[in-house]
């Protein structure tokens, strides 16, 4: 799981763990008075579903690695050992710089990478307030800080896995964390700010339950991949949108330029710290193309 210690360091990934494939629940525009509650209570189950499936694809919008299944037990215990090291890191470096800002987000960042190995949602939760309480201490010593509203984002979102009808003002706070992340500074974690935002447009309920958007979807991912063509992160989060949206054509046009820019991107992001990446964005490549039925050529004696 990679961590940098740079302003611009990455976030580590989400449990990527698949969902059963929830059918479509559509609200009726006429709904008779008493059945109010009832309206609410099911409204909040789709959202709370939506930021599930929010939260297993922004796993793979954030371009990061992490676990590959629940129930693999040794590799759990191999992933957790950096995180965990790096949060006591940069819990202590927080209580002893308690007027850095850097330190602040920095711990948020680290609360964030630790939750998502949690196992229940007590612990996530736990670590989400940690990181929520650093990332708000940070913006209060600097309400400019990038890395403060980013990570507070990303940190709301984990707690809003452990809510239901909470859950709800959490996402407008997400949207709000990471509208302002851009406009403090739009290239902050490879364009962070368009990839989340794209991904929680993308994946989120619409309106009238929430604030999912196509629209809005295209243009941060869009503009992510503007922003930082050199991050295979952002590119492969706009082809999962095409083929998600069937626009299987706009990936189609891309695999050879996209094969040679995986290529020549494995070349400059080595190291340990971008092994479990390219594992992800390997395996993310393989189902985007399989999802647009492209199939790699054979040699006629293969026939």
Same mark, same amino acid.
């Given at each position: 799981?990679?961590?940098?210690?740079?302003?611009?360091?990455? #976030? #580590?990934?989400?449990? &990527?763990?698949?969902?059963?494939?929830?059918? =479509?629940?559509?609200?009726?525009?006429?709904?008779?008075?008493?059945?109010?509650?009832?309206?609410?209570?099911?409204?909040?189950?789709?959202?709370?579903?939506?930021?599930?499936? *929010?939260?297993?694809?922004?796993? *793979?919008?954030?371009?990061? #690695?992490?676990?590959?299944?629940?129930? =693999?037990?040794?590799?759990?215990?191999? %992933?957790?050992?950096?995180?965990? /090291?790096?949060?006591?890191? &940069?819990?202590?470096? @927080?209580?002893?710089?308690?007027?850095?800002?850097?330190?602040?987000?920095?711990? $948020?960042?680290?609360?964030?990478?630790?939750?998502?190995?949690?196992?229940?949602?007590?612990?996530?939760?736990?670590?989400?307030?940690?990181?929520?309480?650093? !990332?708000?201490?940070?913006?209060?010593? +600097?309400?400019?800080?990038?890395?403060?509203?980013?990570?507070?984002?990303?940190?709301?979102?984990?707690?809003?896995?452990?809510?239901?009808?909470?859950? %709800?003002?959490?996402?407008?706070?997400?949207?709000?964390?990471?509208?302002?992340?851009?406009?403090? =500074?739009?290239?902050?974690?490879?364009?962070? $700010?368009?990839?989340?935002?794209?991904?929680?447009?993308? +994946?989120?309920?619409?309106?009238?339950?929430?604030? $999912? #958007?196509?629209?809005?979807?295209?243009?941060?991912?869009?503009?992510?991949?503007?922003? !930082?063509?050199?991050?295979?992160?952002?590119?492969?989060?706009? @082809?999962?949108?095409?083929?998600?949206?069937?626009?299987?054509?706009?990936?189609?046009?891309?695999?050879?330029?996209?094969?040679?820019?995986?290529?020549?991107?494995?070349?400059?992001?080595?190291?340990?710290?971008?092994?479990?990446?390219?594992?992800?964005?390997?395996?993310?490549?393989?189902? %985007?193309?399989?999802? !647009?039925? %492209?199939?790699?050529?054979?040699?006629? /004696?293969? /026939?």
């Amino acid at each position: 799981m990679a961590i940098t210690n740079s302003g611009a360091g990455r #976030s #580590s990934k989400f449990k &990527a763990q698949r969902l059963k494939k929830t059918p =479509d629940l559509k609200l009726r525009c006429e709904r008779q008075r008493n059945n109010a509650p009832a309206d609410l209570w099911s409204g909040s189950w789709i959202l709370y579903i939506g930021i599930w499936t *929010f939260f297993w694809a922004l796993s *793979f919008g954030l371009g990061t #690695s992490g676990l590959r299944a629940a129930g =693999d037990v040794a590799r759990v215990t191999s %992933i957790r050992s950096r995180p965990e /090291r790096l949060y006591d890191e &940069a819990k202590a470096r @927080f209580q002893k710089e308690t007027n850095s800002v850097e330190a602040a987000w920095e711990f $948020g960042r680290a609360t964030f990478d630790l939750a998502d190995l949690s196992t229940n949602d007590t612990q996530r939760a736990a670590l989400a307030h940690e990181g929520i309480d650093a !990332c708000r201490h940070g913006v209060r010593l +600097d309400p400019e800080s990038a890395g403060a509203h980013y990570y507070l984002g990303l940190n709301y979102g984990q707690l809003a896995q452990t809510k239901l009808l909470g859950a %709800i003002k959490l996402v407008d706070s997400m949207e709000e964390s990471w509208k302002k992340t851009i406009q403090l =500074d739009p290239k902050f974690d490879y364009a962070g $700010g368009h990839r989340t935002l794209g991904v929680l447009y993308r +994946d989120a309920p619409g309106w009238p339950t929430s604030i $999912g #958007s196509r629209s809005k979807a295209r243009q941060h991912l869009q503009k992510a991949v503007e922003l !930082c063509p050199e991050y295979p992160g952002n590119r492969l989060s706009l @082809f999962e949108a095409y083929a998600k949206w069937g626009e299987k054509k706009a990936v189609q046009a891309q695999v050879k330029e996209t094969e040679e820019f995986l290529k020549a991107a494995r070349q400059r992001l080595t190291g340990e710290d971008w092994t479990l990446d390219w594992q992800d964005w390997d395996q993310r490549w393989e189902k %985007i193309k399989a999802r !647009c039925a %492209i199939v790699a050529a054979r040699s006629p /004696r293969g /026939r």
